[in-house]
T-cell receptor, first 112, second 110 residues
Framework: GESVGLHLPTLSVQEGDNSIINCAYS??????FIWYKQESGKGPQFIID?????DKRQGQRVTVLLNKTVKHLSLQIAATQPGDSAVYFC???????????FGTGTQLKVEL | NAGVTQTPKFQVLKTGQSMTLQCAQD?????MSWYRQDPGMGLRLIHY???????DQGEVPNGYNVSRSTTEDFPLRLLSAAPSQTSVYFC?????????FGPGTRLTVL
């Protein structure tokens, strides 16, 4: 079936460096994509989203890039901080509503 | 606003027991969903609702029932618990796209 997956299960970065977390999706009909951050013992927290009619969207210290040609999504975190340490999930949605398909997650570790 | 609340936080069941996981939101959101998260995996959709009185199945609905009698509440019922249902359960609500998640219920079935 359709799935969303991640290339790297664990990413370690130095504090202050930029982080890039990647995600591949397979459902070409998906038109809405979201990045979530999940800290240990907590529920996922919304970071940023992007619709399929856009290639790039920026937030505070975060940027999401969407490449529909190769079905690839990435999350860039600028000046990574210790508080950014968490598991990051991409999720996709087709046609609106609340049926999200999640990827398996990437563990981001920020080293001091 | 309390956001999305879930009770209990932890629960241990024996195989065959039934129970209800509670979920409530005070944001007047139309959409509510239940997900399960297994170790090292992403969230999988169990059931969802687009409004009071309307529910539908997600990716992994077997062994679970839901109802939506009010906008605020969306309980998840385990009919006869099985060890395969050991997981962390998250409830979420949204008005359109951005979903807000509760803190989760960690369920162990022995």
């Amino acid at each position: 079936g359709e799935s969303v997956g991640l290339h790297l299960p664990t990413l370690s970065v130095q504090e202050g460096d930029n982080s890039i977390i990647n995600c591949a999706y397979s459902n070409s009909a998906s038109d809405y994509f979201i990045w979530y951050k999940q800290e240990s013992g907590k529920g996922p927290q919304f970071i940023i989203d992007i619709r399929s009619n856009m290639d790039k969207r920026q937030g505070q210290r975060v940027t999401v890039l969407l490449n529909k040609t190769v079905k690839h999504l990435s999350l860039q975190i600028a000046a990574t901080q210790p508080g950014d340490s968490a598991v990051y999930f991409c999720a996709e949605n087709e046609g609106g509503g609340n049926k999200l398909t999640f990827g398996t997650g990437t563990q981001l570790k920020v080293e001091l | 606003n309390a956001g999305v609340t879930q009770t209990p936080k932890f629960q241990v069941l024996k195989t065959g027991q039934s129970m209800t996981l509670q979920c409530a939101q005070d944001m007047n959101h139309e959409y509510m969903s239940w997900y399960r998260q297994d170790p090292g995996m992403g969230l999988r959709l169990i059931h969802y609702s687009v409004g009071a009185g309307i529910t539908d199945q997600g990716e992994v609905p077997n062994g679970y029932n839901v109802s939506r009698s009010t906008t605020e509440d969306f309980p998840l019922r385990l009919l006869s618990a099985a060890p395969s249902q050991t997981s962390v359960y998250f409830c979420a609500s949204s008005r359109r796209d951005e979903q807000f998640f509760g803190p989760g219920t960690r369920l162990t079935v022995l």
